[in-house]
Nanobody
């Protein structure tokens, strides 16, 4: 059974930083594509960043240069470092893992990030 548990969300002032963690079990993070998504009420969930098993990363334009996805293979954990946060980054952030055909099939429960102006 695949389980993803996010942590690290919170309330921060604009310009501040947070680090989100996603601890995985039942799936080896280095063997699949891992992603971070975010969602605000009334809007579709959007991909923020993803990391392939090769280590290649992709970011949505609005977070390039501010957010960094990384992983610790020994801890089977994926991180999302959020720097220079803006109020528009406020959302519930979700961790996701791909299945054997590359689709994001497994999801965590989400962690709230709130950026105050």
């Amino acid at each position: 059974q695949v389980r993803l548990v996010e942590s690290g969300g919170g309330v921060v002032q604009a310009g501040g930083s947070l680090r989100l963690s996603c601890a995985a079990s039942g799936r080896t993070v280095s063997a699949v594509t891992m992603g971070w998504f975010r969602q605000v009420p009334g809007k579709q969930r959007e991909l923020v960043a993803r990391m392939a098993s090769s280590g290649a990363t992709v970011y949505t334009d609005s977070v390039k240069g501010r957010f960094t996805i990384s992983r610790d293979d020994a801890k089977n954990t994926v991180y999302l470092q959020l720097n220079s946060l803006k109020p528009q980054d406020t959302a519930v952030y979700y961790c996701a893992a791909s299945d054997t055909i590359g689709a994001f099939a497994y999801w965590g429960q989400g962690t709230q990030v709130t950026v105050s102006s």
